[in-house]
């Protein structure tokens, strides 16, 4: 392994609005063998997430940010080419904060085996990965859907508020989705099946919203806040549910 390189992104310093080319550092590194408790694990794939920007801020959170000169923190899945730990055996897939890097070794803190065989590797990092389990737990413990509910999902063609809205038609909901651009709002209806779409890009949401949900809104699964969740905040229905997932609008603003 010592001949082998890799490659890393590190955190250079906390950016104030959106993060640029000299928010990191480039290296690369020779790869080490893995001590008493750590794993060496070959990245396959890795998730690039709006959660993310919030992992380079400062401040308390419900995860420590990213230490500045640490491997930029990311999701991925890969395969263990080496092993100290008891619990992991070389050849097995396992899914974690890999970082953005070729290669990860460290102790496996909060990693768990997966199955290629299954399902394809990336899928792990969508609808069994932390995107669907967000969708899944979101919607049916804090929206609690019920059949014949309007639910209306905001950045609805994301990792996120795709599998929402599909769980959401599961359960015998109405579905609108809001995303930019005819695309977009052409697959949540073609390929997602939502009943309804929303282009903010080409028109107003408010007009929108009262075109797509006559009767009003009882579920809002907001990944953007802003703008757009003020608008559907004025079509909620009496004892409707929100559940505030994410607020992409507003992740890089640097002024109130």
């Known amino acids: 392994m010592t001949d082998q390189t890799n490659r890393q992104f590190l955190l250079a310093k906390r950016p104030v609005g959106a993060a640029t080319r000299d928010t990191f550092t480039f290296q690369q590194v020779p790869v080490v063998q893995p001590e008493d408790g750590q794993i060496l694990v070959k990245n396959e794939y890795l998730s690039l997430d709006p959660a993310m920007r919030g992992w380079m801020n400062e401040g308390k959170s419900y995860i420590p940010p990213v230490a500045l000169g640490d491997v930029m923190r990311a999701l991925g899945v890969g395969k263990v080419i080496a092993s100290a730990h008891p619990g992991f055996a070389v050849g097995d897939y396992v899914n974690g904060a890999l970082g953005v890097q070729d290669y990860f070794v460290g102790e496996p803190r909060g990693f768990y085996k997966v199955d290629p065989k299954l399902v ?71 390929e997602f099946g939502f009943d309804g779409a929303i282009d903010y890009k080409s028109e107003d949401v408010l007009a929108g919203l009262k075109r797509e949900c006559p009767k009003g809104v009882d579920v809002f699964f907001d990944n953007v806040g802003g703008d757009i969740l003020d608008a559907v905040l004025s079509r909620l229905n009496f004892k409707a549910r929100v559940i505030i997932c994410g607020a992409i609008s507003q992740y890089n603003v640097s002024d109130p």
Request: with cysteine; glycine share 16%; net charge positive.
């Open 120 to 190: 394809p590797l990336p899928v792990y990092l969508s609808a069994l990965g932390m995107t669907g389990m967000t969708a899944y737990f979101a919607l049916l413990d804090v929206g609690v859907p019920k059949a014949g509910d309007t639910v209306v999902i905001s950045g609805a063609a994301g990792a996120v508020g795709s599998i929402a809205g599909q769980i959401a038609k599961l359960k015998g909901c109405r579905v609108v989705g809001i995303a930019g651009g005819k695309e977009k709002c052409a697959r949540l209806v073609d």
